[in-house]
């Protein structure tokens, strides 16, 4: 069976988890409100980190436990969003971030046995490419704003610093997120 692979997660882990996958949400929700220039928001550099929680989660604790850190970091999210942003932009972040996740966890999951940085890598560039499309249509269609522009630019930004978070995804795979290795044959 698949899922003795994978550890249990204790109580504090996943605590920390679902902590750690809402303070990205949140402060990316908050840091998407901030453009750097016409084409990018601060929201692309700080949002690419929870596939870098998903991915860690998924590699050590399997799919299961991932979908529930993000279906709770999902909820979390956007009721702390609700204060820190519009509702549409928090709806839309919500929205976006549910769908891209759990893309990003199917990916993952179907490249894990492959060369390692394949499932975090084209994961992650899946989810992103989603995320930012399906937020900037919900967040800003039919509000005047050049939403367009800002998607070539966050997820050019997004796809780079998933393509730099590798490194810390290969240095924390082997320390925080190696799978169980089973001991019965």
């Known amino acids: 069976m698949k899922s003795s692979l994978y550890a249990p997660m204790s109580v504090l882990q996943t605590l920390v988890a679902i902590l750690a996958m809402a303070v990205v949400v949140v402060g990316s929700n908050i840091l998407v409100q901030y453009p750097i220039n016409q084409w990018l928001t601060w929201g692309a550099i700080s949002y ?8 860690l989660i998924n590699r050590r604790f399997g799919p ?6 993000v279906a709770v970091g999902f909820i979390i999210a956007v009721v702390f ?4 942003a519009t509702p549409r932009i928090a709806m839309a972040s919500g929205l976006a971030f549910l769908f891209a996740q759990l ?20 994961g992650g560039a899946a989810g992103a490419t989603l995320d930012t499309f399906m937020f900037f249509g919900l967040a800003f269609a039919g509000t005047g704003i050049d939403w367009m522009s800002l998607v070539v630019g966050d997820l050019a930004v997004k796809l780079a610093v998933n393509l730099a978070l590798l490194a810390p995804f290969r240095a924390l795979m082997w320390n925080l997120a190696r799978p169980q290795t089973s001991t019965t044959a």
Do not use: G, H, K, M
């Open 81 to 84: 969003s609700f204060w820190v």
């Open 103 to 122: 893309l990003d966890i199917q990916v993952f999951d179907r490249l894990r046995n492959q060369a390692w940085w394949r499932a975090p890598f084209i």
């Open 64 to 69: 299961q436990a991932a979908r529930r850190v």
């Open 48 to 55: 690419p980190v929870a596939f870098l929680v998903a991915d």
